[in-house]
């Protein structure tokens, strides 16, 4: 039977799917704002390079150094600086793998991305989950947190499910006090939305070699299905994760979908400029209906409501609108709902409106 570690986990619980609800309420139009998806699509150039490979025959090259090249040029690293994953997910597991050993302690905001405390349970190590202050990480709690037993810190920044980020003095303390032998984690799958000023850790790289920055093309790239994730790290950092990661973990069409989504700016300030006019819509509609939101730098909100988090959950589900209920993110009383095109904003707005009639 399975290891005695696994008796206290459960899954990762993903968004319900479009066709799930439509099969379950005999819907035929059902709108997703519960994973935080690019409702405008994905990125064209990616879906035309991804159209044109061939020889799937053939393993790819593994090494995929024009790619980590191409992902590393702009912080003036190089490909010894990256390493790939099927989704950042995948390189979440693999860190725990790679550098927990049974007992060990991660410290971790809460709520926060629940896949990080999974992940470090799955190796018998201990997350130490800081409560976040008025949504944001608690920083000097998560400092003081830290033992002689700490291997991982992570930070999501900004952080799902609150939207959240961590302030230039945030950052700063944690360069200065977080101990050399741990290592900071950074999830920044949402940087891309990010209002400036920006604070893009990988640009931060020399500071710290002992500090893994993880990126997806899961968000404003549009390629959730396709799963590519990357990060970026010291050397010796990456080296160790590269121990870990299973041969051919990103397939030849994920890569060849990264490289040309890496120069869509198109597409990404299309995206970008269509969150910032849901951010608005949504944010309007919500201080109209006297609902709390956190100020997102993200494509989603965590808003208040006056009920249980999985009735209006469920209640938005009959009008066919999958939200994320809070209930299930360490968030009771909220809704994670992400940012979608005006219409689904529009829809999603008046079915708030009739629930809280
Ligand atoms: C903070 C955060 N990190 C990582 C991921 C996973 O991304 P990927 O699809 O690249 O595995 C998500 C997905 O929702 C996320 O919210």
Redesign the pocket.
């Known amino acids: 039977m399975s290891r005695r570690a696994l008796a206290c986990l459960a899954p990762y619980v993903p968004g319900a799917s479009i066709d799930e609800i439509a099969k379950r309420y005999g819907l035929s139009h059902v709108i997703k704002l519960a ?2 998806e690019n409702p405008l699509g994905s990125s064209p150039l990616a879906l035309a390079a991804i159209g044109n490979v061939a020889s799937l025959h053939l393993y790819a090259d593994d090494a995929h150094i024009t790619l980590k090249n191409q992902l590393a040029a702009p912080y003036e690293l190089t490909a010894q600086n990256v390493i790939l ?8 597991n693999i860190v725990a793998h790679a550098l927990l050993d049974p007992g060990d302690e991660a410290v971790m905001a809460m709520p ?2 629940s ?1 990080y405390p999974l992940a470090v349970k799955s190796v018998d190590a201990v997350p130490i989950e800081i409560p976040l202050r008025d949504g944001v990480h608690d920083i000097d709690a998560m400092l003081a947190a830290v033992t002689a037993k700490t291997r991982l810190f992570f930070v ?1 920044d900004p ?3 609150t939207g959240t980020r961590l302030d230039a003095a945030d950052w700063e303390r944690i360069f200065a006090e977080l101990p050399e032998q741990v290592t900071l984690v950074v ?1 920044q ?2 940087i891309e939305y990010a209002d400036a000023p920006v604070f893009d850790a990988a640009m931060h790289s020399a500071r710290r070699e002992n500090m893994l920055v ?1 990126r ?4 404003i790239y549009g390629l ?1 299905a396709l ?3 990357y990060a970026y790290g010291g050397a010796a950092l990456i080296a160790s994760l590269e121990k870990i990661r299973l041969p051919f973990n990103v397939s030849a069409l994920a890569a060849a979908g990264a490289k040309a989504a890496l120069s869509d700016v198109d597409f990404i300030a299309r995206s970008r400029a269509l969150n910032e006019r849901g951010k608005a819509e949504l944010s309007s509609a919500f201080a109209r209906l006297g609902l709390h939101a956190y100020p997102t730098h993200a494509n989603f909100f965590a808003v208040k409501i006056p009920m249980a988090a999985n009735t209006a959950y469920e209640a938005l589900l009959r009008q066919g609108i999958i939200v994320r209920s809070g209930d299930g993110l360490h968030m009771p009383g909220r809704l994670r709902i992400t940012i979608g095109t005006t219409e689904q904003n529009a829809a999603l707005i008046s079915a708030l409106e009739s629930l809280l009639a």
Not at 216 to 219: A, I, P, Q, V
Request: net charge neutral; aromatic share 10%; with cysteine.
């Open positions: 994973s935080n994953g099927h989704g950042s997910n995948e390189l979440v926060t991305f896949l999501c952080n799902n499910p999830d799958a949402y993880l997806t093309m899961s968000k959730a799963r590519f994730g």
